[in-house]
């Protein structure tokens, strides 16, 4: 008989080597030497910035495997692009030429927002000079842009008007970097003792103080999702900063990658988090939190690859992150794609007198036909095996216990998406097979190849 698919997570030992989580794609540049990726939406699309062949830096945008130049108000000027919603529009800054008070020209910087019609530039407050860095869905956009007395005030641009967020009270500049669905807006500004601290926006309570860790005198706020989760950096009671997450207004130090310092720069709806942290040699590598441990990302990627992955800026609903690399002096984009794997898995028991009892111990081996790679798992005492982390492939799948006969299942095909039945009985060795009512036969239950898509990092 075939027992009913139990879908368990068994003990394996040995326990494959884990193959690289994610895929390391180089974005590439404009021309020239340095790129840097700065959001992704859920589509895909990466917003950044890169040297191009004349060394200007350009903001591009990344579409359809393209890297492109979204434009600038003149040719020659520089642009940088910090966020990206669902529909593709884009944020950031261009120069302007602009005359000043004794005639002559200066180059200025502009918050701007690009959509399909082009390039919009959103002004200022009253000064010289703006910055757009986040946008939501509906189109509405946060940055910092200066008053008439030259002051950095965050604002909210939407339905072409820029609205001043202010400061939290006794502090004289702001800045606003990320905006959600429900136009909460999360940022820093200064306060009355000098210190920048983190700030969560709305249009009832306005601008609310999200506070330090203890001890710590300084915070800022990077980005913010739809939970009511915020993340960005304290510093401690050791004035180093940590990278720290908000749950509402209860802050939590999310630790280092084994350094003094860390940042959280972006995160996404699952509280996923990405950043930088110093290492235990001081470098800073990129690390994402998730399941309540920060892990470096460049242990999660392929071995071998000549950049350190040194900063994640954000991660997209289906756990796609943007990075930075560096590789001596240059620095390059990265995108992070989760590696979609198989696993085959299933349950084995024992039929004697009638009853099924689980057998652990059993060995299963299966071998990738077009490598030769091998990878052996084991029941445990519930009798359920798993072989993770296969990638596309044929594969010979080889069951065997002792005292039963060895069961061998050729070109066993694992496809993106398909469940593949392994199912089958063992038989035992010698004269007695088994009795008429299938008796002391060892039973596999109906084994599938899974396809396992979450969003975000899959725990080991």
Request: hydrophobic residues 35%; negative net charge; glycine residues 14%.
């Amino acid at each position: 008989m075939l027992c009913g698919f139990v879908l368990i997570v068994a003990a394996i030992f040995p326990r494959p080597v884990p193959a690289s989580q994610y895929k390391l794609v180089d974005l590439g540049t404009l021309g020239g030497e340095n790129s840097y990726a700065e959001a992704i939406n859920d589509s895909g699309q990466v917003a950044g910035r890169s040297d191009n062949s004349i060394g200007q830096t350009r903001a591009f945008l990344r579409k359809d495997d393209t890297l492109t130049d979204i434009g600038g108000f003149e040719d020659g000027l520089s642009t940088f692009s910090y966020g990206i919603n669902y529909s593709g529009q884009v944020v950031g800054s261009a120069a302007v030429k602009e005359l000043n008070q004794w005639g002559w020209e200066e180059i200025l910087f502009h918050a701007v927002l690009w959509t399909d019609q082009g390039i919009n530039d959103l002004g200022t407050l009253g000064g010289k000079e703006s910055c757009a860095i986040g946008i939501d869905f509906f189109g509405q956009v946060v940055g910092k842009a200066q008053d008439s007395n030259g002051n950095y005030h965050a604002f909210l641009w939407k339905e072409n008007a820029m609205t001043d967020l202010g400061s939290l009270p006794g502090g004289n500049e702001s800045c606003a970097n990320a905006i959600n669905a429900l136009q909460h807006v999360a940022g820093y500004s200064a306060t009355s003792d000098g210190n920048y601290r983190a700030f969560i926006w709305n249009k009832t309570d306005g601008m609310i103080d999200l506070g330090t860790l203890s001890g710590g005198n300084e915070s800022r706020a990077h980005d913010l999702n739809n939970s009511g989760q915020t993340v960005g950096y304290s510093t401690n009671g050791d004035g180093c900063c940590r990278a720290v997450i908000w749950d509402n207004t209860e802050i939590r130090d999310l630790g280092t990658l084994g350094g003094d310092s860390s940042e959280a720069l972006g995160m996404n709806d699952a509280g996923q988090v990405v950043g930088r942290s110093r290492t235990g040699t001081d470098d800073y590598h990129a690390f994402i939190w998730s399941g309540n441990q920060m892990t470096d990302l460049n242990t999660l990627v392929a071995p071998g690859s000549e950049w350190i992955l040194e900063a994640a800026k954000d991660i997209n609903s289906n756990g796609w992150i943007v990075a930075t690399g560096g590789k001596d002096y240059t620095r390059r984009a990265f995108l992070l794609m989760p590696e979609i794997r198989q696993s085959i898995y299933g349950k084995i028991t024992e039929n004697t007198l009638g009853y099924s009892m689980p057998v652990n111990g059993v060995e299963i081996s299966i071998t990738n036909t077009e490598t030769g790679v091998k990878m052996v798992g084991y029941t445990g005492e519930n009798g359920v095996f798993l072989i993770p982390d296969l990638p596309v492939s044929t594969y010979t799948v080889r069951i065997s216990a002792d005292s039963f006969m060895e069961k061998i299942l050729n070109d066993v095909q694992v496809s993106e998406g398909a469940d593949v039945d392994i199912s089958g009985i063992l038989a035992l060795k010698g004269p007695s097979q088994g009795d008429a009512n299938g008796n002391n036969k060892l039973d596999i239950s109906d084994a599938v190849y899974v396809l396992q898509v979450i969003s975000g990092i899959r725990s080991r």
